[in-house]
């Protein structure tokens, strides 16, 4: 029993490649969900960086404290990093000296900033910089500007030298550079975390959706064999009812044979005895009718005995030729065109020539009953890959659609005086010869034949 192609469930490189795709759709959404989780983690360290050097700015300007000594600046500095996500802090002059710093120990704090050009823009830059002792930290750098000369610093100025007894030293409007660094470990746990959770719960929807595939393949299998199974045991009825008809018709046909042939053997002498045209007439219509019933019995035994093929090498061409000349009387009494059309170079196939010429012969009987008077019959050969294709097409009347599915089918036909056992005989030859035969019925009908070949 051959399954449908079209109704075959998918293999497994079809659940693998489905699985592929699923993994890579929930890959690609997890790692969304990562960069978009890592980026909301650098932007509330950014806004926590520049919170902090804004606050640290406000505490100079309140203190005046950069007019101070090294170690009072230095103060500052150390208070703010008792903060604990505050690694270090550093400041640096334009010439990239560092003036203070406080927090881990820190070598070329620097080097990734041009400090010249630098400390005449506004802007913040952020790196992620791994550290031996600290694991992943985010430096924020930016331009430290706490005293700026204008009509407010002039109001600053006045009260430290009412206060102060002295100027505030010009040099304490100098920019500098403030680099803090932000330890990342808990952030970076949270991160961890929630990386952990997208993982279990992409493998989580990866294994379910394998699976639900896997259990529709498997679904689909199962009514797919159910299926087949049900038509194996409908075919197999039938095929044992075949074989109860066959062996039936073999016992009452040989019963019948030799009867027939003395029957048949009177009317041909009757029918030399009279001298009546009318009875004579009656003797020839007799005999007709005996070779007509003669010719049903034949394809009833053809069709039930087991038959053993005579396999040689020959050419389809030849077969043709053969048949085409054995009905030569029926085609030119109604006046038919014979097309041939066959390829040249054809290699030879292995068949049985008596077995073959019956089948071409049935489909050119069947041919020549459906077209009319001076109707045209198309008969080609052409090599496909693996094997050969024979058609055998005419422009008869066709076959009615319901109709088409079933004339291969033992003892169905339409014709009044038809047996059924023609194309079902044809059928069998064909797939005795791992063969397949199909039919086609639009303007006229086609039968085509594809047979395995053997190149010589």
Same mark, same amino acid.
């Given at each position: ?52 050097? *804004? ?36 400041? @640096? ?33 952020? *790196? ?23 009509? *407010? ?161 020959? *050419? ?44 071409? @012969?049935?489909? @050119? ?92």
């Amino acid at each position: 029993m051959k399954l449908n192609r079209k109704n075959v469930p998918l293999p497994a490189i079809a659940i693998v490649a489905s699985a592929f795709i699923i993994a890579l759709l929930i890959t690609g959404l997890s790692y969304r969900d990562i960069k978009t989780e890592e980026k909301r983690v650098t932007d509330v360290l950014y806004r926590e960086g520049i919170t902090l050097i *804004r606050s640290l700015e406000a505490g100079i300007r309140t203190g005046m404290m950069m007019e101070a000594k090294r170690e009072q600046l230095q103060l500052q500095l150390e208070e703010t990093t008792h903060e604990p996500d505050i690694a270090y802090i550093l400041l @640096l002059d334009e010439h990239g000296e560092i003036i203070a710093k406080t927090g881990a120990e820190q070598t070329n704090p620097y080097e990734w900033i041009n400090t010249k050009e630098f400390i005449k823009t506004d802007e913040a830059i952020t *790196r992620i910089k791994d550290n031996s002792k600290l694991g992943k930290v985010f430096e924020i750098a930016k331009a430290f500007k706490p005293l700026r000369q204008g009509q *407010r610093m002039r109001g600053m100025m006045d009260m430290h030298r009412r206060l102060m007894g002295r100027d505030m030293p010009s040099e304490i409007f100098n920019d500098r550079i403030i680099i803090i660094g932000l330890r990342m470990a808990e952030l970076e746990q949270i991160q961890k975390g929630e990386r952990k959770r997208t993982n279990i719960i992409a493998l989580t929807l990866l294994i379910l959706a394998t699976g639900a595939i896997y259990f529709v393949f498997l679904l689909q299998n199962y009514y797919l064999v159910n299926t087949a199974l049900e038509e194996m045991k409908e075919k197999v009825r039938k095929t044992e009812g075949f074989v109860a008809v066959g062996r039936i018709a073999a016992s009452i046909a040989h019963e019948i044979r030799n009867p027939l042939s003395s029957i048949k053997g009177f009317a041909q002498y009757f029918k030399s005895r009279f001298k009546a045209k009318k009875d004579a007439a009656y003797a020839d219509i007799m005999i007709k009718e005996i070779d007509r019933l003669n010719r049903v019995i034949t394809e009833l035994l053809d069709y039930a005995k087991p038959a053993e093929l005579n396999l040689k090498k020959q *050419r389809l061409e030849d077969i043709i030729s053969y048949s085409i000349k054995l009905l030569e009387s029926d085609i030119k009494g109604k006046g038919i065109n014979i097309k041939e059309e066959h390829e040249d170079n054809l290699p030879t196939v292995l068949i049985d020539k008596d077995q073959m010429t019956q089948a071409v @012969l049935n489909i @050119l009987l069947n041919s020549i009953e459906a077209v009319d008077k001076n109707g045209e019959i198309r008969i080609g050969i052409r090599q496909i890959k693996d094997g050969l294709q024979l058609s055998i097409a005419d422009n008869g009347k066709g076959i009615a659609k319901e109709n088409v599915e079933k004339i291969f089918e033992p003892f169905f036909t339409t014709k009044k005086s038809g047996t059924g056992i023609g194309l079902a005989l044809v059928k069998k030859i064909i797939d005795m010869h791992n063969g397949k035969i199909t039919v086609e019925s639009k303007e006229g009908t086609r039968f085509v034949i594809r047979l395995p070949i053997h190149i010589t």
